[in-house]
């Protein structure tokens, strides 16, 4: 049987990027719960952003930093850093949510800055991207039979998944007012991709509708 390379090529890739996802995503959702479980009774306090050392740098020279904020509990001063590399600088006194643990505040870390919610966007990413490709193609040659309406909506529910992961990471907040504050005008970009999405779902609903009457 002959084999076609250009199809295994891009069945490999594809396949690739789903396990990938997959994995990323469980790591992900089980950092996640663990993280809930252990900081469900700390205490939470405004942080306020003071200072970013180098975090990496690619061979491509793109360099990205560890942020520092520091908050205060019980009249002292502490300091927290993100456990991840971001490319964005925020203003100072920039404010993030910061846990941390009432007998030892020393022990505490910046809302939405772990490591689980980069493993969940990269992973909700590797994982429905491929997916929605997939079905497009599925659609396309004919080998399904699903309404558009149905595509329409999961570009809607991508765009708006993604936006919102990307708020909640740099900004701590699912709430795009929030991200402002610690994003700045940079937040923009997310907001505009989130109320996108939003629109492009409704308009899919509300066009459904209209083709059942």
């Keep these: 049987m002959k084999i076609n390379i250009k199809k295994a090529i891009i ?26 479980i252990k900081t469900k009774d700390w205490f939470d306090a405004p942080g306020y952003f003071r200072d ?10 793109k360099t990205t930093y560890r942020l520092k904020y520091v908050f205060y509990s019980g009249g002292a001063e502490y300091f927290v850093e993100a456990d991840y590399g971001s490319e964005i600088i925020p203003e100072i006194d920039s404010v993030r949510t910061v846990l941390y643990e009432p007998e030892n505040p020393e022990n505490a870390i910046i809302k939405g800055g772990t490591a689980s919610a980069t493993y969940l966007t990269i992973g909700f990413m ?3 991207i491929p997916l929605f490709i ?13 309404r558009v309406s149905v595509l329409d909506f999961t570009v809607g529910l991508i765009l708006f998944v993604i936006a919102e992961l990307f708020l909640y990471i740099m ?15 940079i937040a923009v970009i997310p907001t505009l991709m989130s109320v996108a999405g939003i629109i492009q779902m409704v308009k899919t609903v509300i066009n459904g509708a209209k083709e059942k009457k």
Excluded at 17 to 30: E, Y
Excluded at 52 to 61: A, E, F, I, L, R
Aim: charged share 15%; proline share 1%.
């Design 11 to 36: 069945i490999l890739l594809f396949s690739s990027a789903l396990l990938a996802g997959v994995i990323l995503l469980f790591i992900g959702i089980k950092d996640s719960i663990s993280l809930a």
């Design 52 to 61: 970013y050392s180098v975090y990496d740098v690619d061979k491509d020279g």
């Design 126 to 128: 590797f994982t429905f």
């Design 134 to 146: 997939i079905i497009c193609w599925l659609f396309v040659t004919g080998r399904i039979k699903i």
């Design 171 to 185: 900004g701590g907040n699912f709430w795009p007012i929030n991200a402002f504050k610690t994003l700045g005008i």
